[in-house]
């Protein structure tokens, strides 16, 4: 049974950093692109940020660039989103999702992503 895990949400005031990661399991990803989106209260899913398994290839929104990094950990199958320089407008909840990987630059559309974790929350104050 494949299982994403995210964790390392919470609340932080703005400037701040969070680090969240995903925890995959019960399949092998390595013909898998990792993906990162969140979404906010009435806001549909927005596209954060996604890396192929081996880690040699990064997508990002334009708007996420500079403050989120993605990355990921093969040894642990976890994969990582760094981010700084909070905002208030980044408050949402941050899913992890794997969408097999048929092409790059990898679909942003959330259509695309077969495996989902539950998500996590990260609030940013103001």
């Known amino acids: 049974q494949v299982q994403l895990v995210e964790s390392g949400g919470g609340l932080v005031q703005a400037g701040g950093s969070l680090r969240l990661s995903c925890a995959a399991s019960?399949?092998?990803?390595?013909?898998?692109?990792m993906g990162w989106f969140r979404q906010a209260p009435g806001k549909k899913r927005e596209f954060v940020t996604a890396?192929?398994?081996?880690?040699?290839?990064?997508y990002h929104a334009d708007s996420m660039k500079g403050r989120f990094t993605i990355s990921i950990h093969n040894a642990n199958d976890t994969v990582y989103l760094q981010m700084n320089s909070l905002k208030p407008e980044d408050t949402a909840v941050y899913y992890c999702?794997?969408?097999?990987?048929?092409?790059?630059?990898?679909?942003?559309?959330?259509?695309?992503?077969?495996?989902w974790g539950q998500g996590t929350q990260v609030t940013v104050s103001s």
């Open positions: 999702a794997a969408q097999f990987r048929s092409r790059w630059p990898p679909s942003i559309g959330w259509e695309a992503y077969a495996y």
């Open positions: 019960g399949r092998t990803f390595s013909s898998y692109t």
């Open positions: 890396i192929s398994w081996s880690g040699g290839s990064t």
